[in-house]
Nanobody, 127 residues
């Protein structure tokens, strides 16, 4: 499966953006999809994920209540709606996919669980 992330941009603090992760080459509903972010000089961190089975979601504490992940299987797309953005959300955001269906937080939040990575989209939040 190939992934393409889009939707990033420059926004003021308190604003919103919606990121999209579009898949091609395979049906996205067979995969658990994760959104990760990586700022310069920092490690890549998990932001949110949506499981392939049941559609359960997970959010990092830093974004809980502000970000919402969803999937549109008809469009083969996973979205990340980001509201109330903060300057500390500034980062490159990447989506990734895995067929690993183990429903464990340690699995779905690890970069090593994901086999397929899309290109990043830059999110910059000004104060």
């Amino acid at each position: 499966v190939q992934l393409q992330a889009s939707g990033g941009g420059l926004v003021q603090a308190g604003g919103s953006l919606r990121l999209a992760c579009v898949a091609s080459g395979d049906a996205l509903d067979d995969y658990t999809i994760g959104w990760f972010r990586q700022a310069p000089g920092k490690e890549r961190e998990a932001v949110s994920c949506i499981r392939s089975t049941g559609g359960r979601t997970w959010y990092a504490d830093s974004v809980k209540g502000r970000f919402t992940i969803s999937r549109d299987n008809a469009r083969n797309t996973v979205y990340l709606q980001m509201n109330s953005l903060k300057p500390e959300d500034t980062s490159a955001y990447l989506c990734a996919a895995t067929r690993d269906s183990r429903d464990r937080i340690v699995v779905v939040t690890s970069i090593y669980s994901y086999n397929y990575w899309g290109t990043g989209t830059q999110v910059t939040v000004s104060s």
